[in-house]
């Protein structure tokens, strides 16, 4: 059984400062690509920022310069900072897992939270 569990979000004013945790459990072999999409209220969901397993990052241009994402391969774990908010940064956030487990190589999605930037 693997499990995401994701952690931050919340209320934050423009200009502000928010951090996501997404850690992965269980039984995991190898973990590949880690990375954020997110959803804004009525549209699509979008990816935001991923990293490699060798740390190699890429964002959406949305975001660069502003988010930085990051993992620890020791604790499963990817993190997205996210820096100067602007209201359209506001949406559900998804962590997602490219993973090695005993149903072979597969995605595995983080339950999602919400970041709401205010004008």
């Known amino acids: 059984q693997v499990q995401l569990v994701e952690s931050g979000g919340g209320l934050v004013q423009a200009g502000g400062s928010l951090s996501l945790s997404c850690a992965a459990s269980?039984?995991?072999?190898?973990?590949?690509?880690m990375g954020w999409y997110r959803q804004p209220p009525g549209k699509q969901r979008e990816l935001v920022a991923r990293?490699?397993?060798?740390?190699?990052?890429n964002y959406a241009d949305s975001v660069k310069g502003r988010f930085t994402i990051s993992r620890d391969n020791a604790k499963n774990t990817v993190y997205l900072a996210m820096n100067s908010l602007k209201p359209d940064d506001s949406g559900d956030y998804y962590c997602y897992v490219t993973l090695l487990s005993t149903n072979g190589w597969t995605d595995r999605w983080g339950q999602g939270t919400q970041v709401t930037v205010s004008s």
């Open positions: 269980g039984s995991i072999s190898s973990i590949n690509a």
């Open positions: 990293i490699t397993s060798g740390g190699v990052a």
